[in-house]
């Protein structure tokens, strides 16, 4: 660690990205271990925290994300609102289909902001908010597919969906890339088949465009 940084609220980040990737929880003995952190270390960030309403602890001793990071987390999205809506608004215009930001918390993606057709008589409806579990939906497969890439371009760069899971639509979706601190993917998703050859590149238009601005 850079001398200039904080050590200890290093470690508290550290504690809130590991409960982030366990929606089951974690005991502070196995926060410890995972971390690499001493018990008597950990437990005294899980109160401090907790102090904050940033993790919770349950009747089963599990640490838990708290309520007061959807606090925080109202207050970065009329920032992510700003910078997806033109684009998302553009392509959903364009495809005559429903599009959508995903962003990943632990296992499932979130959806967390939806863009319809204003020229369509019939699209997917997609609830803002919605959450699923990542490996159903294309906007999620596309943040796995990142994950799984670690950095590499993919080829082509969209994910298609021929029955979204969580819709019943079918889905192409396309993985942020670039952007510090955020997995996400933008995606549209439609009640009959889309043409890939034709969609892909514009889903992947507006992913690029995106990420442009939050960067």
Known sequence: MAAETSQ???RGLRVLEV????????TVTELSTQLGVGRTVVYRLVVTLESHALV????DGRCRLGLGLLTLGRAV????????????????????ATAHLTIAEGGDGLTALVVEPSRSDVHVAVRLGARQALETTAGGRAILAARTAAGRPLDPPWIVATADVATGGHGIAVPLSGV???????GVVAMGELTEA??????ARAAGE????LR
């Open 180 to 186: 510090p601190g955020l997995e996400a993917s933008v």
């Open 198 to 203: 034709e969609v892909g590149p514009r889903v």
């Open 19 to 26: 409960i982030a990737d366990a929606p089951e929880g974690l």
């Open 56 to 59: 919770r602890r349950g009747s």
């Open 77 to 96: 999205q009329p920032a992510l609102r700003d910078a997806a809506i033109p684009s998302l608004r553009l392509l959903a215009d364009a495809v005559s």
């Open 8 to 10: 200890t609220l290093d």
């Open 210 to 213: 995106i990420a442009r601005v």
